[in-house]
């Protein structure tokens, strides 16, 4: 499809694990972000990349976490030593233009559960 | 502290009529308003939008309404049917300024259909 797909759709992590997730977005948009949602609550912003380039780490919430889009196409987030407050849905947006002046995008997420 | 609030969690509605889903905001540099759609495992779909130069953008059996004095948005939908039961989304960010600005979500509400 021409959507913005993720992978795993799932993931059981040990404590201590790390973790990486990937996310492909839509052929052509220049912007991705992430964003974390935890049970109940809305999206919470994590990183945005223009192109290969990530103009906004902001939203991170600890530097276990790591994201990267080296060719300016798929992204991957990392997270290093999972700790179980980190079990959230990881949710990838992409859109046409810059920044925050075109419709996000968002793929199906990836679930995290760390045990 | 929560810059865009859903204070109703869930709302119920019978099949036919209209739905109001609220939100308010607190941070007046918010220009760009979106409503998104949530069905579980699945990512948000975006819905409609409004810019804060206009009071109100229609499209098909959704109005959103925006009222910047006083900070307070309203998604309806006429008439209500079966497959609009889902978790809706409001979210806002900065379009101008060329910030690249992550979308700031409320917590949801969860609508549900009645038949």
């Known amino acids: 499809g021409a959507g913005v797909s993720q992978s795993p759709r799932y993931k059981v992590a040990k404590r201590g694990q790390d973790v990486a997730l990937r996310c492909d977005p839509i052929?052509?948009?220049?912007?991705l972000f992430w964003y974390q949602q935890a049970l109940g609550q809305g999206p919470e912003f994590l990183t945005y990349?223009?192109?290969?380039?990530?103009?906004?780490k902001s939203g991170l919430p600890s530097d276990r976490f790591f994201a990267e889009r080296p060719e300016g196409s798929v992204s991957t987030l990392k997270i290093q030593r999972t700790q179980q407050e980190d079990s959230a849905v990881y949710l990838c947006?992409?859109?046409?233009?810059?920044?925050?002046?075109?419709?996000?995008?968002f793929g199906p997420g990836t679930r995290l559960l760390v045990l | 502290d929560q810059q865009v609030k859903q204070n109703s969690p869930s709302l119920s509605v019978q099949e036919g009529r209209i739905s109001i889903l609220n939100c308010d905001y607190t941070?007046?540099?918010?220009?760009?308003f979106l409503w998104y759609k949530k069905y579980p495992a699945e990512g948000p779909t975006f819905l409609i939008s409004?810019?804060?130069?206009?009071d109100k953008n229609e499209d098909g059996r959704f109005t959103v309404f925006l009222n910047k004095s006083a900070k307070h948005l309203s998604l309806h939908i006429v008439p209500s049917q079966p497959g609009d039961s889902a978790v809706y989304f409001c979210?806002?960010?900065?379009?101008?300024?060329?910030?690249?600005?992550?979308?700031?979500f409320g917590k949801g509400t969860h609508l549900i259909i009645q038949p």
């Open positions: 941070n007046s540099m918010f220009d760009y």
């Open positions: 990349f223009q192109n290969e380039a990530q103009l906004d």
């Open positions: 947006a992409s859109s046409l233009a810059l920044g925050g002046t075109e419709t996000q995008y």
């Open positions: 979210a806002a960010s900065r379009r101008t300024g060329g910030g690249a600005d992550g979308l700031t």
């Open positions: 052929s052509g948009h220049v912007s």
């Open positions: 409004i810019s804060s130069i206009k």
